[in-house]
């Protein structure tokens, strides 16, 4: 897990392509056609994008936010600005003005990288057009700025759900950690055609479905700007996907509609929130294949996971990666098999973050002595094996009980008329609460009521059922369970 001592990622990245020059790297999949782009035109406009951005006058530690949206024009901008030794920081083409604005502040970038139509902030920083790419020379070599691979090489924002977005700074060497996931999650192969479902600019996305098939050697496949759910099985079944990931919202959309046969595909892989068991069920029944699900943050990318050669068994996330040190935190000790705690990765672990960005105090508070504590909770079997509970702040106090939300809304989703959960701790007195869930389908609260009784325990079921037509999610599809609750005790007269 130790990279080289002189290193930079988007050399790394583009190393395995150049001995396959002419395979397609790239595919942007269209209704009437793919854009494609090899190996060696990946290179070239990565060089070109490296060589212009440096001539503009930016120096290696310069920071660049870019404004680009959900085209292969972003992977170049990213690539580019960190083969040059600058910062680039991804953000999703869908924030506001106001929105970017105050990222910006907290980020204090050296220059804009922007594509039109998306909002800039309000910052003196120069704005670069982001189409001048397309007219930049192509040196005779990658320009690249090699280093210390600890030092900053991107920066992302945390989506903002526990508070203030904030900027976390990653290091050069986090590109080179997620070569645990090639067997770890995603059974990866160069030979493999993976299909991502995000868009460009969501940092699931540029890792999973370009970053890491680039490492490898493989193909990426990344539906065109404004692609439909429903299209997607006709796209990996036309265009030979081999492995298929996405957030478990697109998996629920997609089991709406009948599925073609896919026979590429070898499985699926899910991440961004925890995968309700019968959405995995269901897609298993519809094609036959596998969804491996991982759990990873904005500090730190995916370590726990199941995978081809590992499945996760039933009612957990999977094993941590190998090469990775995690552990279930207590009151500042190890808990033992089964003991509830919070899900912590140790900081030699070269895949967490550097910290957040002007916010050493935050950084320092995040950590139990060597331990990064995630704010998930979370339990450990004899296997090692690890199952997820929830967010730290989410769980739910019944009588004394600690609850699990995830607990529940698994065993609510399983009911055949319900498409999908979100429970919480709803104050219905100054001085009391209760479960509540809040379900988006058609089936009725009796009925629910009725379904939850045969599958939880008392004190974990809901003692309130509300249906609803969607579930809040954030930029990042991750269920909002604090919005619902706040919205709810708000709209009642509790907040």
């Not at 009391?432 to 939880?456: C, M, N, P």
Request: charged share 20%; with cysteine; aromatic share 6%.
């Amino acid at each position: 897990m130790t990279p080289p001592d002189r290193f930079n990622l988007s050399e790394y990245v583009l190393a395995a392509g150049a001995r396959t020059p002419d395979k397609i790297a790239l595919a942007v999949l269209g209704p009437p056609r793919a854009e494609r782009g090899s190996y060696a035109r990946r290179r070239d406009r990565v060089a070109a994008a490296a060589a212009g951005l440096a001539a503009t006058g930016l120096r290696p530690g310069d920071r660049v936010l870019l404004r680009i949206g959900n085209e292969p024009a972003f992977p170049v901008a990213f690539l580019g600005a960190a083969a040059a030794g600058l910062i680039p920081v991804p953000t999703s083409a869908q924030l506001t003005g106001p929105e970017i604005t105050a990222m910006a502040a907290e980020l204090d970038p050296a220059a804009v990288l922007a594509a039109p139509g998306i909002a800039l902030p309000d910052h003196p920083a120069p704005v670069i057009d982001a189409a001048a790419m397309d007219g930049w020379p192509v040196p005779a070599e990658l320009p690249v700025d090699r280093g210390d691979p600890h030092r900053p090489g991107y920066i992302v924002f945390t989506s903002g759900t526990g508070g203030r977005p904030r900027a976390v700074v990653h290091a050069h060497r986090a590109v080179w950690a997620r070569r645990a996931m090639w067997d770890g999650w995603y059974g990866l192969t160069a030979d493999d055609r993976l299909l991502h479902a995000g868009a460009f600019n969501w940092t699931y996305t540029l890792g999973t479905g370009l970053l890491d098939p680039w490492a490898i050697g493989a193909t990426a496949l990344i539906p065109a700007a404004g692609t439909v759910p429903a299209a997607l099985p006709l796209l990996l079944k036309r265009h030979d996907a081999t492995i298929f990931a996405a957030a478990p919202g697109v998996y629920r959309q997609l089991l709406k509609h009948d599925l073609p046969p896919m026979p590429k595909l070898r499985h699926g892989l899910s991440a961004g929130e925890k995968l309700p068991d019968p959405t995995r069920a269901a897609w298993q029944a519809a094609t036959g294949t596998p969804v491996h699900e991982a759990y990873g943050m904005s500090e730190c990318s995916t370590f726990i996971s199941g995978s081809p050669a590992r499945p996760a068994p039933a009612g957990t996330l999977g094993f941590p990666q190998p090469g990775r040190r995690i552990g279930i935190r207590s009151d500042g000790r190890d808990a033992g098999p089964g003991e509830p705690g919070i899900i912590a990765v140790h900081r030699s672990d070269p895949g967490l973050m550097l910290g957040y960005l002007g916010h050493p105090d935050e950084t320092a508070a995040r950590f139990d002595g060597d331990w990064f504590l995630t704010g998930d909770t979370g339990s450990v079997d004899a296997a090692g094996a690890v199952a997820y509970l929830g967010r730290a702040d989410d769980m739910m106090n019944a009588g004394g009980y600690r609850v699990s939300p995830i607990e529940v809304e698994e065993a609510l989703a399983s009911h055949p008329e319900v498409q999908e959960a979100a429970a919480c701790e709803l104050r219905v007195k100054a001085d009391a609460t209760v479960i509540g869930a809040f379900y988006v389908g058609s089936a009725t609260a009796e009925a629910l009521a009725a379904h939850a009784e045969a599958r939880l325990a008392a004190y974990k079921r809901p003692r309130m059922l509300i249906r609803v037509e969607t579930l809040p999610r954030g930029a990042n599809n991750k269920l909002l369970r604090r919005k619902l609750r706040q919205d709810w005790e708000s709209e009642n007269g509790y907040a």
